[in-house]
Every structure is written in C-alpha cells, then in structure tokens.
C-alpha cells in the first residue's frame, strides 16, 4: 500500500470564525487526502473547535490538528480600553459612552482612538499574530522532526502564517508553499500608513525568497505578486464552493421575491444602498407591491443602513439583521428567491471574483452581482449561467424588472447554471489542483 505524503499545513484560521477566511485551508484539508496528501493543520489554542457542526465538523473528520499558543495584543489591548474586541472599535467611540458630550469624553474617545490605531499598526505587526509566531514555530518543528514531512503549506492572511513558514523552511529544509487568499503589504482595501506599508513590503519580500511556490486566487494578485517577487513560481488557484454545505434543511418562501446578501459589509466599502434605493423606486413606480419583495441583509452592524432603511419612501422592502453563524446563513440562501453579491467600488475589483458568489453557487439560487467595476466577475457569472451582473443603476433595474415580472407570472426565477462550468469551482477539483502544485515542487527538489 502506498503511504500518502504528508503537508503541514499553517493556518492562523481554520476551525469557523466570522467571515470567510477559514473556509479555503479547511476545504483543502478535507479533500486533499482523495489525491494523495495527507494534512495535519498547525493552528491557535483559541479554535473553537468543540462547538463546532454541522457541515463544518464533517469537514474536520480525519484530520489531524495541532495548536500552537496565542495571546491576542489587540484584543488584549481593547479589553484595557474598556472596549468590545468583538465589535467595532470606531462605532464604539462614536455611538457608545466613550463619546459623549463634553471636552474630557471627546479627549477620551480621541486619546483611545489614537491608541488603537498605534496597537494595530506597530504592536500587532505585521498582524494580530505576532505572538503565535514563536509558539508556532516551536510547535511546527516538533511536528516536522515528528514525522517526515514533503511539503510545508501556509495560508494568508493574516501574513504572520508565512513568517512561520519562512523560518520552519530554513529550519528544515522542507519545500515551501505560500497561498495568497488576499495580498499583504500590496492590499489596497486595507489603510495603512506609508512608513507600514514600507516597513511590510521589506519583510514580505525578504520571506518571498524562500518561498518554493506562490499559490493565488486570481491572475490580478499573481501579477502583483510578480511585480513584488520576480521570477518565482506563481500558480492561480480560485475560491470555490462545497456542495455538502448546502445540503440543509430549509423552507420555502413562495410569497415574495426574496433577495438575501450575508456577510461582512466593511464600514459599507460593499455598498448595498445603490440595489435597495433602484428597488425602492420600482415599489414607488407600482411594478410591485411592497409586502410582495424583500431585501434581507444579514451583515455587519453600520448606522448608515438603518439610517437608509428611514430614508425609503417603502421601507418593508428592507431588513436589516446581524451577522449569523455560517450554517444558518447556508440556510438563508437556500430559502431565498435569489441572492445578492456585492463588490467594493474599487478599479481592483474588476479583477476579482469575490468569494461571497463561489458561495452562492451551491445554494443552486439566481445571483444578482453588483459590481461597479465589471470585470472577470461579469464573465464568471456569464459563463456559468448563475444570474445577471449590474455596473450600472440602470442595468440593476432592468435586472430587478424583468425578476419581479417573472416572479409575478411564475412564481419563480429561472435558473439553469452549466454545471461543466460549474465543476470547475467545486472545491474538491481545486484540491487536486493544489495537490498538483505540491506533486510539481516535490519533484523539483528531489531534482535539485
């Protein structure tokens, strides 16, 4: 019998947080083994793995996990400042007790704001794991010299996993493989200061050189990432979706159209205000009636929503709800009529799918995607017959007219995706995608 290879697999997120960013490294881990490797998951003490169900327990079956410690500076740091870790920091000097009305609450809320901007550039740096790096890197070389390993795998962000990588490849010697979920010092969606962003660029470039292999999620990040590290091996891997997620109990809604977007929203960097304002006057128009179309946004908490919801002349088409557990939104899509994805307005953003619609994919419902910038989304969403993609306040009405007309007479809305398209984006494919990467730079060593 053959023995599997085996990877070590670096993965600051992989038992299920808020947001999306654990999803790919598990995806990976679960169905790597079907092509000949076998993972162990290095990650922090503070996965809550024992609450975790559902798909995402299925997911973990089998797999080898290793902790290594982790003490959160920021959180610790916030905790100091008497303010939520969980929530966000700038609504909480705004809206909370921090504000206030005087001289010395402002003066506070100035003095804490500027504390926590210091903690998450200079003290967490390059990110909230800094501190798991040494605990990690103890715990990753233990577990090499454990056992033999072919390859080391690490998955980012937060970047402080291919730091760990970087010195375990020095180490040991053992081949490297870095995955770029989002960039690091090139992001630009994240505000940083130039001396950061310097500071980052020099670091990242210096790990880069050991690196075997660069793994990606679009052509656009691996054309910056050889603008940063030239001549090294980049390979584009895309986000994809599980169909054992979407295999949930859900009940139907047949009497409205229901559109449902859930995720993070980033202080409306995603901006749903555009579809909800265009569907607000169709409603005003009398193409439909109020009670029979609903918005449901299971997002982020952002004042400025609840301040749109008082501005709509209609204002049951839309509601507000905050973010949910993933399970339960896997079950929101699968009762809606349709779902929504949302990109940031942002020229970048025409190179980037967006993995909130690889998510959709496996609801098996019609996507409205609205995305400013067009781009490869559009073509994506073309290709695999999975809805309609708006750039345009004119182009999301004629969307939206020509659902509610269809839903009026149908009852429904058409969906009939290209499931060959499809399969290219099921998650077990693109794990043998990356099983192929690791096949490729084992080979390259022993050559070398």
Same mark, same amino acid.
């Given at each position: 019998?053959?023995?599997?290879?085996?990877?070590?697999?670096?993965?600051?997120?992989?038992?299920?947080?808020?947001?999306?960013?654990?999803?790919?490294?598990?995806?990976?881990?679960?169905?790597?083994?079907?092509?000949?490797?076998?993972?162990?998951?290095?990650?922090?003490?503070?996965?809550?793995?024992?609450?975790?169900?559902?798909?995402?327990?299925?997911?973990?079956?089998?797999?080898?996990?290793?902790?290594?410690?982790?003490?959160?500076?920021?959180?610790?740091?916030?905790?100091?400042?008497?303010?939520?870790?969980?929530?966000?920091?700038?609504?909480?000097?705004?809206?909370?007790?921090?504000?206030?009305?005087?001289?010395?609450?402002?003066?506070?809320?100035?003095?804490?704001?500027?504390?926590?901007?210091?903690?998450?550039?200079?003290?967490?740096?390059?990110?909230?794991?800094?501190?798991?790096?040494?605990?990690?890197?103890?715990?990753?070389?233990?577990?090499?010299?454990?056992?033999?390993?072919?390859?080391?795998?690490?998955?980012?962000?937060?970047?402080?996993?291919?730091?760990?990588?970087?010195?375990?490849?020095?180490?040991?010697?053992?081949?490297?493989?870095?995955?770029?979920?989002?960039?690091?010092?090139?992001?630009?969606?994240?505000?940083?200061?130039?001396?950061?962003?310097?500071?980052?660029?020099?670091?990242?470039?210096?790990?880069?050189?050991?690196?075997?292999?660069?793994?990606?999620?679009?052509?656009?990040?691996?054309?910056?990432?050889?603008?940063?590290?030239?001549?090294?091996?980049?390979?584009?891997?895309?986000?994809?979706?599980?169909?054992?997620?979407?295999?949930?109990?859900?009940? @139907?809604? *047949? #009497?409205? +159209?229901?559109?449902? %977007?859930?995720? &993070?929203?980033?202080? !409306?960097?995603?901006?749903?205000?555009?579809?909800?304002?265009?569907?607000?006057?169709?409603?005003?128009?009398?193409?439909? @009636?109020? *009670? #029979?179309? +609903?918005?449901?946004? %299971?997002?982020? &908490?952002?004042?400025? !929503?609840?301040?749109?919801?008082?501005?709509?002349?209609?204002?049951?088409?839309?509601?507000?709800?905050?973010?949910?557990?993933?399970?339960?939104?896997?079950?929101?899509?699968?009762?809606?009529?349709?779902?929504?994805?949302?990109?940031?307005?942002?020229?970048?953003?025409?190179?980037?799918?967006?993995?909130?619609?690889?998510?959709?994919?496996?609801?098996?419902?019609?996507?409205?995607?609205?995305?400013?910038?067009?781009?490869?989304?559009?073509?994506?969403?073309?290709?695999?017959?999975?809805?309609?993609?708006?750039?345009?306040?004119?182009?999301?009405?004629?969307?939206?007219?020509?659902?509610?007309?269809?839903?009026?007479?149908?009852?429904?809305?058409?969906?009939?995706?290209?499931?060959?398209?499809?399969?290219?984006?099921?998650?077990?494919?693109?794990?043998?995608?990356?099983?192929?990467?690791?096949?490729?730079?084992?080979?390259?060593?022993?050559?070398?």
């Amino acid at each position: 019998m053959i023995q599997p290879n085996k990877v070590l697999m670096i993965c600051f997120q992989f038992f299920p947080t808020k947001g999306a960013g654990h999803v790919r490294s598990r995806k990976f881990a679960k169905y790597l083994g079907q092509f000949g490797w076998e993972p162990t998951v290095l990650t922090v003490t503070d996965s809550v793995d024992s609450r975790v169900t559902g798909p995402e327990r299925e997911d973990m079956e089998g797999i080898k996990v290793v902790k290594a410690r982790f003490n959160d500076p920021f959180t610790s740091a916030m905790r100091l400042l008497d303010l939520d870790p969980e929530k966000d920091t700038r609504l909480q000097l705004s809206h909370g007790e921090s504000s206030g009305k005087g001289v010395i609450p402002r003066v506070r809320a100035f003095a804490i704001g500027a504390i926590s901007k210091f903690v998450k550039n200079w003290v967490a740096f390059p990110d909230r794991g800094v501190t798991w790096i040494p605990f990690a890197v103890y715990t990753g070389l233990r577990e090499l010299r454990r056992a033999s390993y072919e390859v080391i795998y690490s998955s980012s962000p937060p970047p402080s996993s291919h730091i760990i990588a970087y010195v375990l490849k020095r180490l040991t010697g053992v081949p490297w493989v870095a995955d770029y979920r989002d960039l690091w010092s090139q992001d630009p969606f994240l505000a940083r200061s130039s001396s950061r962003r310097k500071a980052e660029r020099f670091l990242e470039k210096r790990i880069l050189r050991k690196a075997d292999c660069l793994v990606t999620v679009n052509s656009r990040y691996l054309d910056m990432l050889l603008e940063l590290q030239g001549g090294k091996k980049i390979t584009v891997i895309t986000n994809g979706y599980d169909p054992d997620d979407h295999k949930v109990d859900a009940r @139907d809604i *047949n #009497d409205k +159209l229901v559109l449902t %977007y859930g995720g &993070f929203l980033y202080q !409306l960097k995603r901006d749903p205000s555009p579809v909800i304002r265009v569907l607000d006057r169709i409603v005003e128009r009398g193409d439909v @009636d109020e *009670n #029979d179309v +609903l918005i449901r946004l %299971y997002s982020d &908490f952002e004042p400025r !929503l609840q301040d749109l919801r008082d501005s709509l002349t209609h204002k049951n088409i839309l509601e507000l709800n905050g973010l949910v557990p993933r399970d339960e939104i896997l079950r929101k899509q699968k009762e809606s009529t349709a779902l929504l994805a949302i990109l940031m307005d942002h020229p970048l953003t025409s190179a980037i799918h967006g993995s909130k619609v690889f998510e959709y994919f496996g609801a098996g419902r019609p996507i409205m995607v609205w995305a400013p910038h067009g781009g490869v989304i559009k073509d994506m969403v073309e290709k695999t017959g999975t809805g309609a993609v708006a750039t345009s306040e004119s182009e999301l009405e004629e969307i939206l007219c020509g659902w509610i007309k269809e839903f009026q007479e149908t009852g429904t809305i058409g969906y009939e995706p290209d499931e060959s398209e499809l399969q290219k984006y099921n998650r077990k494919n693109l794990a043998g995608d990356l099983a192929r990467v690791f096949d490729s730079v084992c080979e390259t060593y022993q050559e070398n």
